[in-house]
């Protein structure tokens, strides 16, 4: 079945480090993929999106790209900030699905000391 | 804004209780969700539903089961609640069948000592 695999964490990085956190999956057809991102005590809410292959979904200085070719979605920031500390989901939403549910990685915790 | 509330944030229930979580959406949203979060297994999805009355067995439903009367409330429910149900439990909602983002309430923390 379909399913998402994301880098072990926790990651701990200096504020205005380069951030990369790694995201790989498994599908049939042609998933949508989402980063999501959890801040301390609340919900998950979405980061960023794509649809397609190639496509390159943009946030708050946040990027990923959809590479099928090597089946990932990785996430990556230029310089990241103290605020960015949280748990970070990688997600996938089936081709083929006709229900809206997500299949997600198990999560990468960041951690930005100043 | 979308908001999907969760009726409790922290919960403490005894081994054989019955519990009962809500949530609540406020966007006339179709679809509903219930997951729970875990360490190391990131969210796992225990049900789901695209109507009301409607109901779907996610990932790991034993032990659960979940009710929709009204579009914009969805209850899970753990029959007899055990220890190792102790854990973050999300609600999400959900534009239709095929939208492409997810909404989250704020998550409830329960212990079943």
């Known amino acids: 079945g379909d399913s998402v695999t994301q880098m072990e964490g926790p990651v701990t990085l200096s504020e205005e480090a380069f951030l990369t956190i790694n995201c790989t999956y498994t599908?049939?057809?042609?998933?949508?993929l989402f980063w999501y991102v959890q801040y301390p005590g609340e919900g998950l809410q979405l980061l960023l999106k794509?649809?397609?292959?190639?496509d390159k979904g943009s946030n708050k200085g946040f990027e990923a790209t959809y590479r099928k070719e090597t089946t990932s979605f990785h996430l990556e920031k230029g310089s990241v900030q103290v605020s960015d500390s949280a748990v970070y989901f990688c997600?996938?939403?089936?081709?083929?699905?006709?229900?809206?549910?997500?299949?997600f990685g198990q999560g990468t915790t960041l951690q930005v000391k100043p | 804004d979308v908001k999907v509330t969760q009726s409790s944030r922290y919960l403490v229930k005894r081994t054989g209780e019955k519990v009962f979580l809500e949530c609540v959406q406020d966007?006339?949203?179709?679809?509903m969700f219930w997951y729970r979060q875990d360490p190391g297994l990131g969210l796992r999805l225990i049900y789901f539903?695209?109507?009301?009355?409607?109901?779907e067995k996610g990932d790991i439903p034993e032990g659960y089961s979940v009710s929709r009367e009204k579009k914009e409330r969805f209850s899970l429910i753990l029959e007899s609640a055990s220890t190792n149900q102790t854990s973050m439990y999300l609600c999400?909602?959900?534009?239709?069948?095929?939208?492409?983002?997810?909404?989250f309430g704020q998550g409830t923390r329960l212990t079943v000592v």
């Open positions: 794509a649809t397609k292959a190639d």
């Open positions: 539903s695209y109507d009301v009355k409607m109901k």
């Open positions: 599908a049939t057809g042609y998933p949508s």
């Open positions: 966007m006339d949203h179709e679809n």
């Open positions: 997600a996938l939403l089936s081709g083929s699905s006709n229900t809206g549910k997500l299949i």
């Open positions: 999400a909602s959900g534009e239709s069948r095929r939208t492409v983002e997810a909404f």
